[in-house]
């Protein structure tokens, strides 16, 4: 697999479980700001190394220490808020009200399209029983028809 196809794939992953409740699990906003730490000293690097073209000493002094400051930067952007956290609880017990089942975030949105799918379904049973009612009543004019229309 190359690593832009891989880069990207961890990008996607890191944006999809953005929203993981359990602090132990959620370091995707860091992943974020790895990459982004990334693409940006790779565009001043290949900015920077364009323009410096015929000093190589100057370029090469310049883009290891982008890559020493990327590296490090995505090393402790990833790490660091792990050390911090299993030094504030050691024994890595975890606030069950902390965790919620879905990964999606929690919002007033959910609640409104909640409210608004249960109004939905409330106006199609009543909609449902109008109809109901109204087929039983042409039936029973249909079965009183049929009786009229039967020779003695």
Known sequence: MPAFTRDI???????????VSIPALNDSKYV?????NVVIMC??????????SDKQ??????????ILFC???????VFVPKIVELRRNPQG??????IRATLRPMSKRRDSTTSEMEERIREAKALNA???KLLLDRESEYQVGAQRAQPA
């Not at 794939?9 to 929203?19: D, N, P, V």
């Not at 017990?93 to 902390?98: G, L, Q």
């Open 93 to 98: 017990a975890i606030d069950k009200r902390m």
């Open 43 to 52: 565009v001043m690097g290949a900015a920077i190394s364009f323009v410096l």
């Open 32 to 36: 974020g700001m790895s990459v982004y």
């Open 71 to 77: 590296t490090t930067a995505t090393l402790c952007l």
């Open 9 to 19: 794939f961890g990008a996607f992953l890191a944006w999809e479980t953005r929203h």
């Open 57 to 66: 000493e100057a370029s090469f002094i310049i883009i290891s220490s982008f």
């Open 130 to 132: 109008k109809n109901r």
